[in-house]
């Protein structure tokens, strides 16, 4: 795939940003939110009260708080607002740092708070918190947004809400209700409160520790690192998109921290913002080594694997990160992987018809035209073409074809290179189209040079690749059409390399091995009058003439019975084909006849110097058929 069109696409998979409505009233804030909101009870090993704090609910069964209402209790209890409690079962991510913990607690049907963003955020806005400062439980205050500040490096929000003990954890809201800030009793200024980002809390969802720890393990010393303040100014540099600066900060940090998970995963961003895929996996495959049960590093390296070709590598990684975080971005990166890999009735499965999503709509078509989903396809490009206009890929390649069919080459070509210019568009199948066109056309030159386009583009696609060797047998490059061959036999076989197979050793005189090949391509379609005409001509290579007689009696019949506008060179196909089989069966009245006929209509045509000018494919041993006809009838 080509690259540019490839980091285009992969940034449209994002999950779509939440938009903002008309403000809800403080009282339905409340009302709404105040059941994913927690009391939080810690113990000592003998279970005696230690503290209290607020928390929040994240994700099903995911309570977060800050680390330091947990940090050295040996167990704890969550009370929801109805007064139903359960117990935090084990650590799932820590953070000393940013003061943050997500524990894993049974929250049955509750629905998670939803995350926005800080950064959004301006002096002066409203807030809202909820918690149970003093041990006053599920108490809403108001506030506004005083200040931005930083503190050792951690981004802080400064708020006039007052934050008291027992208020630590608990949720920051914007006025939709979004999750911006966790409220933190550790910082104190006077009348003000602060708070952690939302975009901290984004970030430990989805890098968990590598092992679950318990209660007992949440000591500053135990989690909290150095390396973290050590990371900051990369991370930084990297957020301006400095990303060659990021790369030469990072090399003057100690090995210590260059080392560790997060030295890594951040160098895997950066190496892959670099464009050095190689070094972006090495770096990814150390943050793995690290810490196994985390997704972040298998999704980079997914990308890049992606990107460097390396497809099953690609598909494991992506795999992983899927199992490991269920996030859409993973799920549909794999779907794009599984694309490529032309493993087309994987798509149905993990993408949805209900996405309003260009990108995964164009793939969700085109699995479903390659699945031979014809119905599926339709609906999907009329939903296209209802969301981008008649300048979406699948609707040009179909219009492309409508003008193949009336044989109007230049307003197919137009169309299916317009479809290949499509960002959302990453199948190969209008580069095809454009070099099938050429052919048609009879312009070999114009074809070999758009083959060879598309072969660096789309090196390991079964489509092109038969295209290529088609090219490489008519303008007799044997050397290149074994190399195409052997390459697609080197990867996973594809339902249309049977027809491909079946010319190609026709092509290179090996009729004995084409045969088992024609039959596979005409039980794949048995409606297309190539597969039929194909078999025949293998089987006058093999002497069964009376079988030959046979296929092309029925390529014949196919021929004729489609819609389609035929070309010369399609009919001249058939009616050799006739005429061969019929000398060599013995009815040599009737193969003059149909001679006479073709020389009537096509006199330019009647030799085989002069058919090999066609685009068509032609065995040393049918050349020597026809110039023995041709002899006998001067």
Not at 541 to 554: H, L, P, T, W
Request: with cysteine.
């Amino acid at each position: 795939m080509r690259l540019s069109i490839l980091v285009l696409l992969l940034g449209s998979i994002a999950i779509a940003a939440q938009t903002k409505g008309a403000s809800p009233s403080p009282e339905v804030i409340y009302s709404r939110f105040k059941g994913s909101v927690v009391t939080i009870l810690t113990f000592d090993k003998n279970r005696a009260p230690l503290s209290q704090g607020s928390g929040f609910i994240v994700a099903k069964n995911r309570v977060l708080t800050n680390y330091h209402v947990l940090a050295g209790s040996a167990s704890a209890s969550v009370i929801f607002d109805d007064g139903s409690v359960t117990v935090v079962s084990t650590v799932i991510a820590a953070t000393a740092p940013k003061d943050l913990v997500i524990v894993e607690a049974a929250t049955g049907a509750r629905l998670p708070l939803i995350l926005g963003d800080e950064l959004q955020l301006k002096v002066g806005e409203t807030i809202y918190t909820i918690g149970a400062p003093s041990g006053l439980t599920s108490s809403l205050s108001n506030g506004l947004v005083s200040a931005f500040r930083q503190d050792e490096g951690q981004f802080l929000i400064q708020i006039t809400a007052p934050i008291a003990p027992g208020s630590s954890g608990g949720p920051v809201l914007n006025t939709q209700g979004q999750v911006v800030g966790v409220a933190t009793s550790k910082l104190k200024d006077g009348g003000f409160g602060f708070a952690m980002g939302a975009a901290d809390v984004q970030h430990l969802l989805k890098v968990p520790l590598a092992v679950r720890l318990d209660l007992s393990d949440l000591t500053p010393e135990e989690t909290g690192t150095s390396t973290t303040g050590d990371l900051n100014s990369v991370q930084a540099l990297f957020d301006k998109k400095q990303y060659d600066a990021a790369h030469t900060s990072f090399d003057a940090l100690s090995d210590t921290v260059k080392t560790s998970f997060d030295g890594q995963l951040l160098l895997c961003r950066i190496e892959q913002e670099r464009k050095e895929y190689r070094l972006a996996i090495y770096a990814c495959d150390a943050a793995i080594k690290t810490r196994p049960n985390v997704a972040d590093p298998y999704g980079l390296n997914a990308y890049s694997l992606l990107v460097s070709g390396d497809t099953e590598r690609a598909e494991f990684a992506a795999s992983k990160a899927t199992e490991l975080s269920g996030n859409d971005y993973y799920k549909n990166l794999l779907a794009l992987i599984h694309y490529s890999e032309q493993k087309y009735t994987f798509i149905p499965k993990e993408l949805s018809a209900d996405s309003d999503d260009p990108f995964l709509l164009t793939l969700l078509a085109g699995a479903a035209f390659h699945n031979r989903d014809y119905s599926s396809f339709r609906q999907l490009n009329t939903k296209l073409t209802s969301l981008k206009g008649d300048n979406n890929g699948w609707k040009l390649f179909t219009d492309g074809l409508a003008a193949q069919r009336d044989l109007n080459w230049e307003l197919a070509l137009d169309k299916f290179r317009k479809c290949d210019a499509d960002k959302d568009f990453v199948d190969p199948i209008c580069e095809v189209a454009i070099v099938n066109t050429e052919l048609r056309k009879v312009d070999f030159s114009a074809a070999k040079a758009d083959v060879d386009v598309a072969l660096s583009r789309y090196p390991k696609d079964h489509g092109v690749l038969s295209e290529g060797i088609f090219v490489s047998l008519l303008l007799g490059n044997t050397a290149d059409a074994d190399r195409f061959h052997e390459a697609m036999k080197a990867t996973d076989p594809q339902p249309h390399d049977a027809f491909s197979d079946c010319l190609y050793y026709y092509g290179r005189n090996q009729a004995a091995l084409a045969s088992s090949h024609c039959q596979a391509a005409i039980r794949n379609n048995e409606n297309d009058y190539g597969t039929w005409s194909n078999a025949g001509y293998v089987a006058l290579d093999n002497r069964d003439f009376q079988s030959a007689i046979g296929y092309f009696s029925k390529a014949v019949q196919l021929f004729y019975d489609s819609k389609d506008k035929h070309t010369v060179t399609q009919e001249l196909d058939v009616c050799w084909g006739t005429l061969i089989a019929e000398y060599y069966s013995g009815d040599k009245k009737k193969a003059k006849a149909l001679y006479r006929d073709l020389k009537k209509n096509y006199p330019q045509f009647g030799t085989t110097s002069a058919l090999k000018q066609l685009p068509l494919v032609w065995s040393a041993y049918t050349v020597k058929l026809i110039d023995i006809i041709v002899a006998d009838w001067k």
